[in-house]
């Protein structure tokens, strides 16, 4: 165990990913957490936060404090009192998607640790569902980054890196948990020059670019014009816990969940790019797309039948 008892150590998250990444340091004495900073479930649903889980639920029977904040970005005068009060040496993060405001950071002993996920070096790659687009763009490499918070968007300084693959079967929930392994490993690794001030590291140079948000309108499938590839990649980037990539049939809003190519030999002569060409007795069926078929596994409910066409417009 490291240990760093003698210092207080804030956890700020509200995520699955949070979860995962902490749960075995804490369960395992690895790391000594003073107080969680999360969100009830009230509040995610306010803020409408993907992939919520609440922290509080990592205390177990320990002495750690629990901190619902007044507001998701820790603007509001009874959060920023609230962390001044405590005087906490380092602040972990966990799944957090706000920006910590400079006033908090700077009561830091030892300062904010972030991590930030992209398929570039940072600062290439910063901002918003790194995850999604990742996968959206084909990329076949993932890098996280342990860096210092600051108040810019994942410019920090980074402490370290490490990288793993994307390979054709992960969606974007395996990436999280190979995101969480590697996050957790950088910690344990780092954690103890951290706090005793000695460690090295490294400000970011070179030319810097953004993912820009996404929303769930972005979900939407043009079985006109994506491959069968883009439209599986779609699929697995936006599955559970994001809204899920859709289109319409016969006025209903279905929502894909899982698919994989099917294959890209089979030919449907006369077939229109999102048709359905075969429905399977368990209720997977066969869509005909741009270079080949997609075959889905999980989606909502809706009258299935061969010969339905998928539209991006809810009246067709």
Not at 9 to 37: A, F, H, Q, R
Not at 51 to 80: A, F, H, R, T, W
Request: aromatic share 12%; with cysteine.
């Amino acid at each position: 165990m490291l240990d760093n008892s003698e210092k207080k150590i804030v956890l700020v998250g509200c995520t699955e990913y949070g979860y995962d990444l902490y749960k075995p340091l804490i369960d395992n004495n690895l790391v000594s957490i003073s107080c969680i900073v999360t969100l009830n479930k009230e509040q995610s649903e306010r803020y409408n936060v993907s992939g919520y889980k609440d922290l509080s639920c990592l205390v177990g029977d320990s002495s750690i404090m629990v901190y619902n904040p007044k507001s998701y970005d820790l603007k509001s005068v009874e959060d920023q009192n609230f962390f001044s009060s405590q005087k906490f040496d380092l602040m972990l993060m966990g799944g957090w998607q706000r920006l910590i405001p400079d006033c908090i950071l700077r009561l830091l002993k030892f300062g904010g640790l972030g991590l930030h996920g992209s398929s570039e070096l940072l600062p290439q790659g910063r901002g918003r569902s790194p995850v999604n687009w990742s996968i959206i763009q084909n990329k076949k490499r993932f890098l996280i980054h342990l860096f210092y918070l600051n108040a810019g968007v994942d410019d920090g300084d980074i402490i370290d890196i490490m990288d793993f693959d994307i390979n054709e079967y992960d969606d974007c929930k395996t990436i999280y948990y190979k995101i969480s392994i590697l996050s957790r490993k950088m910690i344990l690794n780092n954690l103890g020059a951290i706090l005793n001030g000695n460690v090295v590291s490294k400000k970011q140079s070179g030319f810097s670019s953004y993912y820009p948000k996404r929303t769930p309108d972005d979900g939407i499938i043009d079985w006109q014009n994506m491959s069968v590839y883009e439209v599986y990649n779609k699929i697995r980037a936006l599955t559970k816990p994001y809204p899920g990539a859709f289109t319409f049939c016969n006025g209903a809003k279905i929502i894909i969940w899982k698919a994989q190519i099917f294959d890209t030999r089979i030919i449907y002569y006369g077939s229109s790019f999102g048709e359905i060409v075969e429905v399977f007795s368990g209720g997977d069926f066969v869509v005909n797309c741009r270079d080949g078929l997609l075959l889905i596994r999980e989606y909502t409910s809706f009258e299935l039948m061969v010969g339905s066409v998928f539209s991006t417009i809810k009246g067709e």
